[in-house]
């Protein structure tokens, strides 16, 4: 068995606190550059986990007022909380044995 001091695993996906605070604060940043660039248009996710985005979009300044506006770091943890409890309560409600509840939690919110 493998030690886990010295294992990729923990090298590549535990982080500190302050490490998933600056994670988080890049992808956001990614989210609202790919808002601005491409609006709210719908990307496709390949098979491999890459994101294709459609052309980018021409956009007046009158434009960029009625785009909605990107979600902060705070409220994409409410939303990821939210939905958290939500697939909790389905699995529950569906008696999916607790292997499943947190396979599937792991899936959708890492």
């Not at 606190?17 to 940043?29: C, F, G």
């Not at 491409?38 to 960029?64: C, F, H, W």
Request: proline share 5%; aromatic share 14%.
């Amino acid at each position: 068995m493998a030690d886990f001091h010295t294992s990729t695993h923990r090298a590549n996906w535990i982080f500190s606190p302050q490490e998933l605070v600056e994670k988080y604060k890049a992808a956001n940043q990614r989210a609202i550059q790919a808002l601005e660039k491409y609006g709210t248009t719908q990307m496709e996710v390949d098979a491999d986990g890459s994101l294709s985005y459609p052309e980018p979009i021409a956009r007046d300044n009158a434009d960029k007022h009625s785009r909605p506006k990107p979600l902060n770091i705070e409220e994409e943890q409410f939303m990821r909380v939210f939905y958290e409890n939500k697939l909790r309560e389905v699995c529950s409600a569906f008696y999916f044995p607790n292997k499943i509840q947190v396979l599937t939690t792991f899936f959708f919110f890492g």
